[in-house]
């Protein structure tokens, strides 16, 4: 597939690597610094490129929107014309200093986002892993036993894009449903940040993150 990268930091900037890395063509696009994603483009060692937002969009089969919440107009404007895209979002609504979700309940960034482009076809997946455990999956996709990872959507045709994406990195797909329930996987994403960043003395969950690769 062509994959075109909104966002190349830490999340884009890993799942990017490994698509690459993977046999897929990919377009790294959107970061303040080109050398910076030509570099990222070098480094993937596989088919990969750098260019602008509307370049990595232009052809892709599918993309992966990876930018901060105050990012995404911004972005989305850049892109250009989404229609009929698959955009793998990892997006989280965070707040400005990253301390609050700034929608949930009754709806989900993920929504939202499908209500910015609603021509293109939105899933919900990778928001809930941290970006530290993404190359130490990839590594150990060989292994039987595969971490899961739990994506949603409302299109079946793009939620099997996904998953073949998700199985990529390494990990095993769980249908989660409908973009709704992004309401739901969106608020444990912050418990499971909390428990990752808590270190060695936190509690097992974050644990067993940490020692994955091992
Ligand atoms: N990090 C994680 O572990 C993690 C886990 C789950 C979900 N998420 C979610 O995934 C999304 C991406 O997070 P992230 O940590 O990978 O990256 P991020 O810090 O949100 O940055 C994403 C990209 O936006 C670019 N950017 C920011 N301001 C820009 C501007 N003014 N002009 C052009 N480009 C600009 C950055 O470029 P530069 O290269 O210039 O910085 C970077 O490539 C977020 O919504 C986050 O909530 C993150």
Request: aromatic letters at 0%; glycine letters at 24%; a negative charge.
């Given at each position: 597939m062509q994959i075109g990268i909104l966002g190349s930091r830490l999340m884009g900037g890993k799942l990017g690597t490994i698509w690459a890395r993977a046999g897929h063509e990919v377009v790294f696009s959107y970061s303040r610094g080109k050398e910076k994603l030509n570099k990222l483009a070098r480094d993937a060692r596989g088919k990969a490129r750098a260019g602008t937002p509307s370049e990595a969009a232009k052809d892709a089969d599918v993309l992966l929107l990876a930018v901060h919440w105050s990012r995404i107009d911004d972005v989305l404007k850049q892109a250009g014309d989404l229609s009929g895209k698959v955009i793998v979002s990892c997006s989280l609504p965070m707040n400005a200093d990253d301390t609050?979700?700034?929608?949930?309940?009754?709806?989900s960034g993920a929504e939202e986002l499908a209500k910015k482009v609603p021509k293109a076809r939105v899933v919900s997946a990778f928001?809930?892993?941290?970006?530290?455990?993404l190359f130490d999956v990839f590594e150990s996709r060989r292994k039987a036993t595969r971490p899961s990872l739990v994506y949603c959507g409302d299109d079946p045709k793009s939620k099997k894009v996904a998953a073949e994406l998700i199985r990529n990195v390494g990990f095993d797909p769980v249908?989660?449903?409908?973009?709704?329930i992004a309401r739901y996987t969106e608020p444990f994403t912050l418990l499971i940040a909390q428990l990752a960043y808590e270190?060695?003395?936190?509690p097992r969950l974050a644990y067993r993150f940490e020692r994955f690769g091992e």
């Open positions: 609050d979700l700034v929608i949930a309940h009754t709806s928001g809930t892993v941290p970006s530290e455990v249908d989660g449903g409908p973009l709704r270190g060695k003395g936190g």
